[in-house]
């Protein structure tokens, strides 16, 4: 397993953009597959967004696509989740979660039982 530690959260306006990190122990993070999920008050955590180890597929849920992207740096055990046109419904405790892949795993997994690590969460609020 690896360690997960998410920053970048913070209050900011509708229309406005954050940028989420996620920092990863471990020598072998180049072999996890990564995803986003967020949880807001009274909800089940969402999966937002995912990328597979190489990088070279990005899967988003609906509601995101076109305004959040994924990215990762192996070199530097990192992930990133750039965020434009946030809305006030993007609200939530933001979670970076770590799934050990298999060198042929191509897809990017959306359940939260699909993943192995998971961060400590960072809070993003967006008002209106």
């Known amino acids: 397993q690896v360690q997960l530690v998410e920053s970048g959260g913070g209050l900011v306006q509708a229309g406005g953009s954050l940028r989420l990190s996620c920092a990863a122990s471990?020598?072998?993070?180049?072999?996890?597959?990564m995803g986003w999920f967020r949880q807001a008050p009274g909800k089940e955590r969402e999966f937002v967004g995912g990328i597979t180890w190489s990088g070279g597929t990005t899967y988003y849920v609906d509601s995101v696509k076109g305004r959040f992207t994924i990215s990762r740096t192996n070199a530097k055990n990192t992930v990133y989740l750039q965020m434009n046109s946030l809305k006030p419904e993007d609200t939530a405790v933001y979670y970076c979660a770590a799934r050990k892949s298999a060198p042929t795993e191509v897809v990017v997994r959306n359940r939260p039982v699909d993943y192995d690590s998971w961060g400590q969460g960072t809070q993003v609020t967006v008002s209106s």
């Open positions: 471990g020598r072998t993070f180049s072999t996890y597959g």
